[in-house]
């Protein structure tokens, strides 16, 4: 499959490399797997195969390919609906996330969740939350438990610039600076809410700024670079983990389809589009890992390959997979258990 977007020219963004042949590998095959994946959803959304909503990820994928090197497994993490990219960074296997997508039993969560709400304890991924914005409490309440539980663990909680409008987000960043939560806050500007741009919804236009009224460290980040996002959360969990409280980090990134499959994007301009095309995180680093060396064109074709029948054994893996039994709508909706962090 070839890749959306082909900048017609090189990029200037392309710089020397400053990470090991390891590092930039590892955040290539992230980005093409995701890139893969979702084109894959696409696909199958236009077959009928996957129904109800679909937000894609494609554009956004050096934000999940950082996170993976610059926090630690342990860390726990809950982000919005537009999640497919992130739970796929978090270790979420292929089969199983296009599994859920079909609404099928292998699925992550059985089935049950579909696009917006994949889950994982093993992988201490918690969502992929429909409701705008009802992740940002959450995030901060699981930093209340690893406070509780006195572990070096930090909460990252993800939501998107039309999240960051709501109430929870004020009194969730209050708590946290009062009580100095372990806790990272990310907004992934990619510049629209739905359809509406972030100037037309605040007057303050860096979402970032929000921060400073609660003494919060805040800083924007460009979401389109690895680089740039694993240094910025790599900064801003040292930070937590010292004890000196939350971090809040503007990642300014682009989606390059609608806001869901349904959304034709008309409200942005195709000079805009083209604008970030040239900034594509995957097309980027593979021509950075290329122009500086850190692995020959082989091994990139290699890890195309491997890529490309990964999406499609997992695209078949989803198509051949049972349906849950109508006997099992009612499971696993509650668990009984006594919690450590629940006072007697």
Known sequence: MADVLTPKSKSKNTTKAKYSKKTYLQWYEIMLRVRRFEEKCLYGYSKQKIRGFLHVYIGQEAIAAALTSAITKDDKLVTAYRQHGIALARGLSSDS???????????????????????????????????VGAQIPIGTGMALAEKYRKTKNISVCMFGDGAARQGALYES???????????????????????????????????????????????????????????????????????????????????????SVSDPAKYRTKDELNEYKGKDPLLVTEEKIIKNKIATQKEIDKIKSDIEKEIEAAYKFAEESPFPLGSELYDDNYVQKDYPFIMD
């Open 97 to 131: 996330c296009m599994a859920e997508l079909f609404g099928k039993s292998t699925g992550c969560v059985k089935g049950k969740g579909g696009s917006m709400h994949f889950f994982s304890k093993e992988h201490n991924y918690f969502g992929g939350n429909g409701i």
């Open 173 to 259: 960043f209050n708590m946290a600076m009062t009580w100095k939560l372990p806790v990272l806050y990310i907004c992934e500007n990619n510049g629209y809410a739905m359809g509406t741009s972030v100037d037309r919804t605040s007057n303050v236009h860096q979402i970032y700024n929000v921060g400073s009224a609660f003494n919060m460290p805040s800083e924007p980040v460009d979401g389109m670079s690895p680089e740039a996002v694993h240094e910025a959360i790599e900064k801003a969990a040292k930070h937590i983990r010292s004890g000196k409280g939350p971090y809040f980090l503007e990642i300014n990134t682009y989606r390059y389809r609608g806001h």
